[in-house]
Each structure stands twice: as C-alpha cells, then as structure tokens.
C-alpha cells in the first residue's frame, strides 16, 4: 500500500476504526482533541497546521465490565480556559496500572511534572540552551497546565546511579571538575573524554548531569510507583552520551538511565526518538537487547551529526531487528512525517507488544530552528505523541535538543496541554518572557519553506523496508 494514501481503507491502516465508540485520547483528565459523539471516523490520519489531529488505533473494543486491569481516568470538555471535570472509567488496552483499585487517589489521574526552580536554573546555564528551561516552564505555567498535573520535585542522581551505565572514571572526572575552578588544567583528560566543543567543561557540569538524570530517574520511578500512566521531564531527554563520553550537548544519558529503572518493573521497553538528530546513544546502550526496541526518526544526511542511524543498522546478536531507524532529508513535512512514523509505531506495537514506553521530543526539526532541517510543526509532534499515548501504557516524555527557545517552548507547551487533555488558546498570554515570542505572539508554529528533498519513492522505500524487516522479528 502507499503508506502516505491518507485516504487508504485497507486494514493495514492503524487509523482505520473497529469500533463506532468515539477515540479517547490519554489523559486521565481528557476527552478533548476535537471529538464529538456525532463524528465518525473517515478511518484516515489527518494532519493539520491547527491545533488538532485525530489519531485512531488500530485495536478491537475492550469490555470494560470483564477486565480487572481497568484504567480510572476523568473525562474533561473544554471551551479554551475553561474546565469541567466528569469522572468515568476507561478500560487501559494494556493493562498498564495507575493505582488501581477504588483507592486510587484523584492525583493519580494527573500526569507528573518534574520541575523544581534548582533544575530550571542548572539548565539555563547550559551554554547550548541558555533560559530554555526557564522559558519552556513559564509558558506552561502562564497557560494554567500546572494545576493539571502532579508537581514532583527531582532529586540528584547518584554516583551508582549514573554507573549503572557510564563508567566510573568518566563519573569521578565530572565530580572532579566540580571540585576545581581551573579548568584549563585538565585540558587533555577532557578530550579524552569528550569534553570539547559540543560538550565544554565548567565546574557546575557535574551538578547539572546528576539533577538532569535523577529528574528522570524520578519520573520513571513515578511510573513505577503507579503515581500516574504519564510522567514529564522536559529538561531531559540527552541521547547522544556515550558510556565513557560526553557528545553532542550530553553529558550523561539520562534516556539510558531511565529505561535501566523501567526495566526493573517492565520487560520489554519501547524507545522512540523523535529529535532530528539520531539516538546513537541510546542505541548503542540497546543494539543487542531483544527487551528493549530503539525507533529513531531523524536526518540522516553526509556530514550532519552524528552520521549514524543508517536504515541497515538493525541491532545485533540478540537485539538483531530491534533496532529501528527512519532516515530522512532535508525538507520533511507534517503530512509525510506523520503517516510515516505512525504507521512504523503500529507496526512496532503489534510485533514488540512493549509494556512501557519511553519518548524523546527533541524540537530541532521544527521550522526556524537553528538546525535548519526540517519543516515541521507542532501538529508533528503533537499527532506522534498522541499515537503513542492512545496505547495507555506507562509513557516517560522527555525534552532533548531545540534550539529556537521560543518555538521548543511553544511546542513542549502544547504537548503539555495534549497530554493534560486541554486544547490551548491561541493568544500566548502575558507573562515573563512574553516578548520572545513576537511578532504574532501566537502558540502555533507555521511550517517552513525548505525545499522537501524526501520523495515519495524514498520514503516508500524506507517504509517497506522497515516493515519487511519488523514481520521477521520474534519477540521472545
């Protein structure tokens, strides 16, 4: 089939409805992307440049009176600011847990929010991303979402902690440079451990990497805990740290880290990055884990970093066909991103069955970002998202790269609201940096005008090749 036949019936869609019940969408506290009792399906994806995209799975009607493993979530219809809360009960097509039970309290219905003012303020000072934090919080806040979610403070990871994946020299030299305050005296050592360019060395470096780490090592625990079915950090999401080495902005892999914490609980761990640049480290943790799949959807392009992630690396030794990687040009848009990519989850959904799932939102492919890659939008983001949450199982969210500080806190602010069940105004409301954000001062971010290298030949190619190998996988 043409995988971007928006209009296609065959069964193969995972838009296609089996049931006339209308779509619930993940929030505990939500019912609200654009449903209505009197719409039915077309059984397309249908991107759009508004504010909403109607995701559909692929999955049979769930008696909800026959299963124990139910789900208690909160309807909520929204008119813009305005909220009404109607409790019922939603069965989970998973079985993921979120306190069950009568005794669940109303707070486990709400998403976790990793934030405290120390992990805004360590963030900030990050050279690559200066007031990124700052910016993306504030926004949030200024749309009322916090009240929406369970503010969990994070907590600083430890030693141990981190060396459940980085080596322990590579550990002790960032603790090190904390204790120093000439850095020039350890110029050759930092080379050797990749903190150069991309990766400069200062004295709060070691801070930073045990607060951004332990964020998410919190929100997986709050997954783990049953505190809720979603958890987000957005001041994680640092994919390219090696085991022994800082590269690409990261310092230590807190993707990695969390997903070592889910896997204490959870078999089988789904990984999907969604940064223009590839996962290579994450990848290179999992390349011969047969627990843990790896779906990276980014550019791959001579000379553009980190050069890996070809269609052909597919793992190895046991972890062979679980990795998945999606290679794109320059150019992609919304209405060929979307399609692409979800069709690829449902495929990895159906063959891997993961019982967890781990997503990096990483917003340099969207337009204007200094990585001047792709065109997307926030409706890209938001639709990806969406699929994904529609599985109602336990889903870390995580940050990663964005560049354009505006426009990441635009789109990390919209995937806040979809995931708390809230369709957010246009108009960014007054706040700190409420300047930023000129001309329009508008939430929605406009597609680029890059020219679109990926042809559709390309990327059906890409696809079948995807899919061929997935219909070979066994998941032991």
């Not at 890996?308 to 290679?327: A, E, Q």
């Not at 706040?431 to 059906?460: C, V, W």
Request: include cysteine; proline fraction near 5%.
């Amino acid at each position: 089939m043409d995988v971007f036949d928006l209009s296609s019936q065959e069964e193969f869609s995972p838009m296609k409805p089996l049931t006339k019940r209308p779509r619930k969408c993940f929030n505990q506290a939500s019912d609200t992307l654009n449903q209505s009792s009197d719409k039915q399906s077309s059984g397309t994806l249908t991107v759009e440049t508004s504010s909403s995209c109607d995701v559909k799975s692929d999955k049979p009607e769930v008696n909800l009176t026959e299963r124990v493993d139910d789900i208690k979530r909160t309807s909520v219809s929204t008119e813009d600011a305005n909220f009404v809360t109607d409790k019922t009960n939603i069965q989970g097509t998973n079985g993921a847990e979120v306190n069950s039970g009568d005794n669940c309290d109303r707070d486990c219905r709400k998403p976790v929010y990793i934030y405290d003012q120390e992990l805004v303020r360590r963030c900030d000072a990050m050279p690559k991303i200066i007031n990124r934090a700052s910016m993306v919080h504030s926004l949030i806040e200024a749309y009322g979402l916090i009240s929406l979610m369970q503010v969990v403070p994070p907590r600083r990871a430890s030693d141990e902690e981190m060396m459940g994946f980085h080596a322990k020299d590579y550990i002790d030299f960032l603790a090190l440079l904390s204790r120093q305050t000439d850095e020039e005296k350890f110029d050759e050592e930092s080379d050797q451990y990749g903190l150069t360019y991309d990766c400069p060395i200062n004295h709060h470096v070691y801070a930073y990497a045990a607060l951004t780490s332990g964020a998410s090592l919190r929100a997986a625990e709050c997954l783990l805990e049953g505190r809720s079915i979603v958890a987000i950090n957005w001041c994680g999401g640092w994919h390219h740290a090696k085991r022994d080495t800082a590269s690409g902005f990261c310092y230590v892999n807190d993707i990695v880290l969390s997903i070592l914490k889910l896997r204490e609980k959870y078999d089988r761990v789904l990984y999907v990055d969604l940064d223009v640049h590839h996962g290579d480290g994450v990848e290179d943790a999992f390349c011969a884990s047969s627990k843990v799949m790896t779906v990276s959807v980014h550019k791959h392009s001579p000379g553009f970093f980190p050069g890996s992630g070809g269609l052909n690396d597919g793992g190895v030794g046991k972890g062979r066909g679980h990795t998945v990687n999606i290679p794109l040009q320059d150019g992609m848009r919304d209405k060929e991103f979307v399609p692409l990519v979800c069709r690829v989850l449902r495929k990895v959904q159906e063959v891997f069955r993961p019982q967890a799932v781990v997503c990096q939102c990483g917003a340099d492919g969207l337009s204007g970002d200094p990585m001047d890659s792709f065109n997307l939008t926030h409706t890209a983001y938001s639709c990806c998202v969406q699929f994904i949450l529609q599985w109602t199982l336990p889903t870390l969210i995580l940050g990663g790269g964005g560049y354009h500080s505006a426009n990441t806190a635009r789109c990390w602010t919209y995937l806040t609201a979809v995931i708390c069940g809230r369709k957010p105004p246009t108009d960014i409301p007054d706040h700190k940096f409420f300047m930023a954000y000129g001309p329009d001062y508008e939430l929605p971010i406009s597609p680029g005008n890059r020219r679109n290298t990926n042809s559709r030949e390309n990327l059906q190619r890409i696809y079948n090749s995807i899919i061929e190998s997935l219909n070979k996988l066994t998941v032991s």
